[in-house]
């Protein structure tokens, strides 16, 4: 086979690959907005999809018409192919396939590793499932039921168990979701870039009242939250004073009838 034919078909075929590290390089120090980048992840794939699919449909098409049977005795006669050819129809739609799961493979474990990995000024709570609700502890000590609150912008960090069976802590519009396991620390972060109320649910069967076992997020400006914060953590304990030390009664000497004692 022709050497330079070779040559610009292995150029062909890592072209894609150095577009694909490109694309997967670090693109700062910003913190990353998960639900973000695997939406725009979603979009890249219904258009590839989309793309692809009308590329071979339009080839498919083509090819059903000049090739139609164009009068009822017409026999289809096989024409040899050559090796050069064989290996385009064979290669080139199976490289456009290949190169392109690649690209999405690699973005998609970029997106992951960002999901397992909370920045560091994360803003950590912890979270206790049960059936059929949340407990939410705050660093500040404030504990709340079913309502998540957290100030907007800031990276939160997770901290998720369960006290009784397998649950799911799924907050939906930030794509993100992770099993609460019994005796297990497990872990997820999202960062609330908008303020606003968003939905947080169980979706792992776990008895009557599965279908209750859910929640809100409520994503705060941060002046709001700190005050908040602070109203709703504990007080101290005011301490009620010692009581005073009775003075020291110097020593009298007790009289009795028949002289000192
Ligand atoms: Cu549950």
């Avoid at 072209?15 to 890249?44: C, K, M």
């Amino acid at each position: 086979m022709d050497k330079s034919y070779l040559k610009r078909l292995s150029y062909l075929l890592f072209a894609p690959l150095l577009f694909v590290s490109v694309a997967s390089a670090e693109t700062g120090n910003a913190i990353p907005v998960p639900h973000e980048g695997w939406d725009h992840l979603w979009l890249e794939m219904m258009i590839d999809i989309v793309a692809i699919g009308i590329i071979f449909a339009l080839v498919t098409i083509y090819l059903l018409v000049k090739y139609r049977r164009k009068n009822p005795n017409d026999i289809g006669e096989a024409k040899p192919m050559s090796a050069l050819s064989v290996m385009g129809w064979v290669l080139i739609p199976a490289f456009v396939f290949i190169a392109d799961d690649v690209y999405l493979g690699v973005k998609n474990m970029k997106h992951y590793l960002e999901f397992r990995r909370p920045p560091e000024n994360s803003y950590t709570v912890s979270v206790d499932a049960y059936m059929w609700g949340y407990d939410i502890t705050y660093p500040e000590g404030v504990i709340t039921s079913n309502e998540l609150r957290v100030p907007v912008g800031r990276p939160i960090k997770v901290n998720l168990t369960s006290r009784d069976v397998v649950h799911t802590l799924y907050i939906p519009d930030m794509r993100t979701k992770w099993d609460a396991l019994p005796g297990k620390q497990m872990f997820l972060w999202f960062n609330p870039d908008k303020i606003g109320e968003h939905v947080m649910t169980c979706t792992e069967y776990c008895g009557m009242l599965h279908s209750g076992m859910h929640g809100k997020i409520i994503v705060m400006p941060e002046k709001e939250f700190a005050k908040w914060v602070e109203e709703n953590k504990p007080k101290p304990q005011l301490q009620e004073p010692a009581p005073a030390k009775a003075p020291a009664q110097p020593q009298t000497e007790v009289k009795t009838e028949g002289g000192k004692i």
